[in-house]
T-cell receptor, first 111, second 116 residues
Framework: RKEVEQDPGPFNVPEGATVAFNCTYSNSASQSFFWYRQDCRKEPKLLMSVYSSGNEDGRFTAQLNRASQYISLLIRDSKLSDSATYLCVVRRNNAGNMLTFGGGTRLMVKP | ETGVTQSPTHLIKTRGQQVTLRCSSQSGHNTVSWYQQALGQGPQFIFQYYREEENGRGNFPPRFSGLQFPNYSSELNVNALELDDSALYLC???????????????FGSGTQLSVL
């Protein structure tokens, strides 16, 4: 079983739709949580960190449930430019810069 | 732009050859980590260098090795290339070893390696 699991998709949604991605992690020593965005064969870019209290950045909302070891990302009012792969990422306690990435969920927003 | 540059951008090698990939970290960053991303998968941590010493390694064989130089730039060397080594190799730099929970990584745009 992979340490970080995501539904690979693709999620095909129309512009303006709301879409949610889920992620589970298996290592309870995970300390920090992130969502990264990756465009086709380019470098991953940090979208947002994820906190237990939940956090929002414009159209993006991230939630963390430590008890269930579950992370989510909600995108409201999808834009064509949101089309990308979304990577769920965890960092274990005392693991330095070793990030553990999920396999990514591909989103395609269509006109 | 993250200020992290990698070279070359693309490379084709044959099985059994050796390859060296290079990374220049963002100015002032003393930590470099390397990741391998196979097609359709998320990046996997190879190793990390802090002030010229390896201080963290993922589940990769010894034929994956690296160096960090006094200016904090870095190299990834892969010996005895295998077909499965075909991947996007990403370098990321940071200020510090990641002890801070919100320490940010800055990724380069990667080197696409194809092994034939």
């Amino acid at each position: 079983r992979k340490e970080v699991e995501q539904d690979p998709g693709p999620f095909n949604v129309p512009e303006g739709a709301t879409v949610a991605f889920n992620c589970t992690y298996s290592n309870s020593a995970s300390q920090s949580f992130f969502w990264y965005r990756q465009d086709c064969r380019k470098e991953p870019k940090l979208l947002m960190s994820v906190y237990s209290s939940g956090n929002e950045d414009g159209r993006f909302t991230a939630q963390l449930n430590r008890a269930s070891q579950y992370i989510s990302l909600l995108i409201r009012d999808s834009k064509l430019s949101d089309s990308a792969t979304y990577l769920c990422v965890v960092r274990r306690n005392n693991a330095g810069n070793m990030l553990t990435f999920g396999g990514g969920t591909r989103l395609m927003v269509k006109p | 732009e993250t200020g992290v540059t990698q070279s070359p951008t693309h490379l084709i090698k044959t099985r059994g050859q050796q390859v060296t990939l290079r990374c220049s970290s963002q100015s002032g960053h003393n930590t470099v980590s390397w990741y391998q991303q196979a097609l359709g998968q998320g990046p996997q941590f190879i190793f990390q260098y802090y002030r010229e010493e390896e201080n963290g390694r993922g589940n990769f064989p010894p034929r994956f090795s690296g160096l960090q130089f006094p200016n904090y730039s870095s190299e990834l060397n892969v010996n005895a290339l295998e077909l499965d080594d075909s991947a996007l190799y990403l370098c990321a730099s940071s200020l510090g070893q990641g002890a801070g929970t919100n320490e940010k990584l800055f990724f380069g745009s990667g080197t696409q390696l194809s092994v034939l």
